[in-house]
């Protein structure tokens, strides 16, 4: 079995209760307001033609389609489709690679991905690739954190994790310099205070504590 299909396994597993915990009642108005704005201050106006790398159980594929966008989410754990599909009808979920994406060239306006960027096997060679995918001067917005500075114990393997280039970043400069190495211009770090309010008022996901959330933006 491959990282990746450990990885896959793992997120299909978790898939029912994460959908759940983003679905929280008490918490969905809030939270649909606050990304709502990181978003539609992190791309240009709409509508863009917009992929969700490791879009999960859809949230962030689902606010962007609400702010206009053309929006197709991949992911490669069937079960997180399963869940984005059975919520959000106006976005094409697809099962693909974030790392190696099958879209044509030059057709997209961004890419996004939230919490994708420290569990993915080659991020470096991700963000190559989504710079093929985008047209001249399109962008790509990633949101991401130090969540795991000893590693993602509670989620995979060591011998999964220990692979992973990001999984134990201390610094987001880490994750903005894998952007910078790739070909983006103009990255930006951004530190998303009113998300860090937000954990504070309602806590965050399971094997997580409240940290500082970056979006980091570049463009191609
Ligand atoms: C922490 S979840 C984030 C989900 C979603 N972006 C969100 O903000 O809630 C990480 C997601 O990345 C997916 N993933 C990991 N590696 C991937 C890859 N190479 N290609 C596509 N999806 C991947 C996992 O299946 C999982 O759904």
Redesign the pocket.
């Known amino acids: 079995m491959t990282t ?1 299909d450990q ?2 396994d793992y ?1 299909t597993g978790r898939a029912p209760s994460y959908a759940a915990y ?1 679905l929280q009642p008490d918490r969905l108005a809030d939270d649909i307001a606050a990304w709502s704005r990181v978003w539609a201050g992190a791309l240009p106006p709409a509508p863009l033609d917009v992929l969700d ?5 859809g ?2 594929a689902a606010i962007l389609a609400g702010l206009g966008h053309r929006v197709t989410g ?4 069937p079960g ?1 489709l399963e869940q984005a599909r059975s919520s959000y009808g106006n976005v094409d979920f697809r099962l ?4 190696e994406p099958d879209f044509p060239e030059a057709g997209l306006d961004a890419v996004t ?4 960027m420290w ?3 080659d991020p470096e060679a991700a963000v190559k690739n989504w710079i093929r995918l985008l047209r001249p001067g399109g962008t790509v917005a990633v949101v991401d954190s130090t969540w795991f500075p000893n590693g993602p114990q509670d989620f995979y393997d060591p011998s999964v994790w220990q692979s992973l280039p990001l999984a134990q970043a201390t610094d987001i400069n880490q994750t903005a310099a894998v952007l910078s190495r790739a070909g983006l211009a103009d990255v930006t770090v951004t530190p998303l205070t009113a998300i860090y309010e937000l954990d504070e008022k309602y806590g965050v996901a399971p094997g997580h504590e409240v940290q500082m959330q970056y979006l980091i933006t570049g463009r191609a």
């Open positions: 990746q990885i896959n997120w983003q790398v490791g879009t999960g159980s949230q962030v991949i992911d490669l754990a997180m693909g690679d974030a790392v991905g939230r919490y994708v569990t993915l096997r």
